[in-house]
């Protein structure tokens, strides 16, 4: 037991003893998780930008001329039951005189004597959905309404987006899987650095008789112990960050979005970097003691 | 107890030993001698099992080169006190540190290694020097401290390869003196060196090494 305790605090001696290294390696690593957190603090977000961008989508129905407001109720109501459809608002006779007055500042009825804009409606689609959204679908339902004359939207602008959406989502496991491979990498390399750099410590334990294991242990606490430095600085500025975006977000743009921090990522970071030191200062030291 | 009974060891650049046989008993003080190059610290690392005969084998209390392993390694230092002709201090350690060394890695309770490294420092004329780090001590210091660490852990055999060869007349007088010191409390000591002015007269045997083979006994 006091042989282990000696090992534990030489361990935490070392990150003194060796403060330049210590500081580089805890700044690598910081900067490595903190730019994993935000990658997955992006992709619990992903679906949130695209929620906003769906707000966008609008869908204009116009109906023929002979339908009237009364009727156009009845039609909106079953443009309602189409799946994929959230809202659907009347524009009634009225409401399109006062539209265009505010669009082209004339009113219509002076011009031509009489109302000649339809009954319209602004349908709205479900934008809650995490997979790819297809309007062509609702298109063709509501064209199949035998009263509607005309149906507006912006199709290539909505397939644009809904493709991105798609492919960023496709790719993010492969994405993710090569930054955390890299983030690996710098981790494992930083302390094969601090292993090597001390050297001649390893050298000189091996002559006194101490075994090998008693050479691994103060560099595998050492790592475990620059792990757990650097994911404590992490966790205050990720989530010092996120509320940053999020005061920008919520006062300089009028997107209405707020991202939400996913707190198990705090989990899978000190997992992950508790993990990689672990293994990189055993393989590291391993490697030198061959 | 060493004993060497036909080894060589022959480095990639050429160099090394040639045959060697011979025996140093227990409690024994050996000078080993030769000019640079003749093969002194070859045969040490053979002591200290860093490298393995290419033929023949060395003995060294109960173990043998012909039955070292990687894990028994560690085990057969653990009796042998090495000191060196460039310390192999920690620099990042103070002498409390480094002389406590040997005892952490042999699991000595903790309270009972203040006393020891006090009592050993005061042995190599350290006493209160333990919070000095190596660069604050001059030469012979070191080569002291390197001593304390080397018995501390009161080893069977003492090691000693050229521990004079940074030190002046004076302190290198003053170490063999307290390597002497050591091995009359029964500690088997095989000290190198290339002075003969500083081992002739001495009444110790002196083994001989002349470009890796032995000359004398």
């Known amino acids: 037991m006091d042989k282990f305790f000696y090992l534990l605090t030489d361990g935490m001696k070392n990150l003194w003893r060796h403060k330049l290294t210590t500081f580089t390696a805890v700044f690598t690593l910081f900067l490595a998780l903190f730019f994993v957190g935000l990658l997955a603090t992006a992709g619990t977000n992903t679906h949130k930008i695209l929620q906003y961008l769906r707000t966008k989508y609008k869908i204009e129905v116009f109906f023929k001329q002979d339908v009237s407001n009364d009727e156009a109720i009845g039609y909106i109501y079953r443009i309602k039951q189409i799946k994929g459809v959230r809202t659907a608002t009347i524009?009634?006779?009225?409401?399109?005189?006062?539209i265009f007055k505010d669009q082209f500042?004339?009113?219509?009825?002076?011009?031509?004597?009489?109302n000649p804009l339809p009954v319209s409606a602004v349908v709205n689609i479900n934008r809650t959905s995490r997979d790819r959204l297809s309007v062509e679908p609702i298109?063709?339902?509501?064209?199949?309404?035998?009263?509607?004359?005309?149906?507006?939207?912006?199709g290539s602008l909505i397939n644009k987006i809904e493709r991105t959406y798609t492919r960023i989502i496709d790719q993010f496991p492969f994405l993710a899987g090569i930054i955390i491979f890299f983030?690996?990498?710098v981790i494992y390399n930083t302390m094969k650095l601090?292993?090597?750099g001390r050297r001649e410590l390893i050298t000189s334990l091996q002559l006194i008789g101490a075994t090998r294991t008693f050479v691994k242990m103060p560099f595998i606490f050492e790592g475990i112990f620059i792990g757990i430095l650097s994911v404590s600085l992490v966790f205050p500025a990720l989530i010092g960050s996120i509320n940053g975006i999020n005061y920008l977000l919520m006062n300089f743009t009028s997107w209405g979005i707020k991202l939400i921090f996913d707190p198990t990522v705090?989990?899978?970071l000190f997992v992950l970097v508790i993990s990689i030191t672990f293994v990189g200062s055993y393989r590291a030291v391993s490697n030198f003691l061959k | 107890m060493i004993e060497f009974q036909n080894v060589s060891y022959e480095h990639q650049k050429g160099n090394g030993v040639n045959n060697l046989c011979f025996k140093i008993d227990d409690g024994e003080f050996t000078f080993l001698i030769g000019p640079t190059g003749s093969g002194k610290t070859t045969l040490m690392r053979l002591v200290y099992f860093d490298i393995i005969p290419q033929t023949g084998s060395v003995i060294v209390n109960e173990y043998s080169s012909e039955k070292m392993s990687n894990?028994?390694?560690?085990?057969?230092?653990?009796?042998?006190g090495m000191v060196f002709q460039d310390y192999k201090l920690l620099k990042d350690r103070n002498l409390f540190e480094n002389t406590a060394l040997p005892l952490h890695v042999l699991g000595f309770p903790v309270n009972e290694i203040p006393e020891r490294v006090e009592e050993t420092l005061e042995l190599v004329g350290l006493d209160g020097k333990d919070k000095h780090f190596p660069h604050e001590l001059s030469g012979g210091e070191q080569q002291r401290a390197c001593l304390a660490?080397?018995?501390?852990?009161?080893?069977?055999?003492?090691?000693?390869?050229e521990p004079t060869g940074n030190l002046d007349p004076v302190a290198s007088f003053e170490l063999v003196r307290l390597l002497e010191t050591i091995h009359e409390t029964g500690t088997t000591v095989l000290m190198a060196s290339h002075n003969y002015n500083l081992i002739k007269g001495r009444g110790h045997p002196i083994l001989e090494l002349k470009e890796g083979i032995l000359r004398g006994n």
Request: proline share 3%; aromatic share 6%.
């Open chain 1, 266 to 268: 705090l989990i899978w």
């Open chain 1, 139 to 154: 298109i063709n339902e509501i064209k199949a309404i035998n009263q509607v004359d005309e149906v507006r939207y912006q």
């Open chain 1, 105 to 114: 500042g004339e009113n219509i009825i002076d011009i031509l004597g009489y």
């Open chain 2, 71 to 80: 894990r028994k390694i560690p085990k057969a230092r653990q009796s042998i």
């Open chain 1, 183 to 185: 983030t690996v990498l």
């Open chain 1, 194 to 196: 601090s292993v090597y």
């Open chain 1, 91 to 98: 524009i009634e006779k009225e409401d399109a005189i006062r």
């Open chain 2, 149 to 161: 660490r080397a018995i501390i852990k009161e080893p069977d055999l003492l090691l000693a390869d």
